[in-house]
């Protein structure tokens, strides 16, 4: 016996469009804020690999290497000596969303020693936020270690 094919009906189908659609229209919205708290994240991370460079260069060219933060700009330094007096060469990143705060370094500066640790006696950390260092949302705080300059992601912040 042959097998008898149902379609589906206009109405069924129209009824399935609409749920569709509305489905979509109450997920679009998260995925809008999926986005922007991953661009977020993002500059969160460029930040974090711009200090494992500048360590990174400081530990292979054994030159003390100078990181300064102003508005949405990073600036790598090497000097000839620790001195900080002989630039040899300098490196800017900008940042797309994020605006990092000045390191508490008291200087706003950071400094990384031939050897990768910093000049800091403790752990110097950095905030990243989206538009004024007082007002903005965190997006995430840094924490460098001194004696390894090693960059950790402070956790519960942002």
């Given at each position: 016996?042959?097998?008898?094919?149902?379609?589906?009906?206009?109405?069924?189908?129209?009824?399935?469009?609409?749920?569709?659609?509305?489905?979509?229209?109450?997920?679009?919205?998260?995925?809008?804020?999926?986005?922007?708290?991953?661009?977020?994240?993002?500059?969160?991370?460029?930040?974090?690999?711009?200090?494992?460079?500048?360590?990174?260069?400081?530990?292979?060219?054994?030159?003390?290497?100078?990181?300064?933060?102003?508005?949405?700009?990073?600036?790598?330094?090497?000097?000839?000596?620790?001195?900080?007096?002989?630039?040899?060469?300098?490196?800017?990143?900008?940042?797309?969303?994020?605006?990092?705060?000045?390191?508490?370094?008291?200087?706003?500066?950071?400094?990384?020693?031939?050897?990768?640790?910093?000049?800091?006696?403790?752990?110097?950390?950095i905030?990243?936020?989206?538009?004024?260092?007082?007002?903005g949302?965190?997006?995430?705080?840094?924490?460098?270690?001194p004696?390894?300059?090693?960059?950790?992601?402070?956790?519960?912040?942002?």
């Open positions: 016996m042959p097998r008898q094919l149902r379609a589906v009906s206009l109405l069924e189908l129209i009824v399935v469009v609409a749920m569709v659609g509305v489905l979509a229209s109450l997920a679009l919205p998260r995925l809008e804020g999926i986005t922007t708290r991953l661009e977020r994240q993002g500059d969160l991370i460029v930040v974090e690999d711009a200090l494992k460079r500048a360590r990174n260069l400081a530990r292979t060219s054994r030159r003390c290497v100078e990181v300064a933060v102003a508005g949405q700009q990073i600036t790598f330094t090497a000097y000839d000596t620790c001195a900080l007096t002989t630039l040899v060469s300098s490196t800017s990143l900008t940042l797309k969303r994020a605006k990092p705060c000045a390191f508490d370094t008291g200087d706003g500066k950071l400094v990384f020693q031939p050897d990768g640790s910093i000049n800091a006696t403790t752990a110097a950390k905030r990243t936020v989206e538009n004024n260092c007082s007002t949302a965190s997006l995430g705080t840094l924490r460098v270690l004696i390894t300059g090693v960059t950790r992601r402070v956790k519960g912040a942002g």
